[in-house]
């Protein structure tokens, strides 16, 4: 009889990014949680009102700037997460609650590709952004990026939030290895790979 030991399971490397999205998930599921967290893609530099529901939850080291990474994730998601006042109370999107195959390689980039195999937006649209995205500083990503989200997600694109927060926090020291990670993923997408369904779900009302 064989006593070799079964195969452990691949280790969850965005296990911490996980928890803090569900985390955020959570609070966005009443009507003030959702509008306070919402409220810091105003200023995530003032990030107020948001502080009460995620201040717990980052790390006590970060500095300002990797502060910024967590917040500008929670208010994107909450800017797309359904509506509590109109009765919505959904469950965590997959891959929230647990980790999907390969979602740990669906990264910004991949979500790009998916727009426009979807025809949400152009190959050249997505490839001046990309490069445009090189060459920003945290401070312009900040101010660009949740319109771009917010344009994926309304075409029904996929977005791996736990990925989208370890590469937002990763930007801070890593900027060109991040765009240059987003930059692959897109060039190197395959349309027949299946597609994990890990964004918040869109067929609630999210107004």
Known sequence: MSTDSPPSAEPDVLAH???FMLHVHQQCSTPGGRAAVRSALTDPHKPFRAYEY?????PRWTNS???????LTAGMYADQAPNPRLGHQPKPPAGLAAPLDGDR????????ARAVHTKTLTDDTVKARLLLMSRQDADALTRDLPPLV????????PVV???LLRDLTRWVDH??????AWARAYYQYDPTAPTAP???????ETS
């Open 161 to 163: 939030w736990p990925l």
């Open 105 to 112: 390689w669906r990264n910004l980039g991949w979500s790009l």
């Open 17 to 19: 990014q996980r928890a």
């Open 175 to 180: 900027p060109t290895d991040t765009a240059r």
């Open 150 to 157: 917010a344009r994926l997600r309304a075409g029904d694109v």
């Open 65 to 71: 700037d990797t502060e910024r990474a967590y917040v």
């Open 198 to 204: 890990t964004a918040a779900s869109t067929d609630e």
């Open 54 to 58: 995620l201040l717990a939850r980052i």
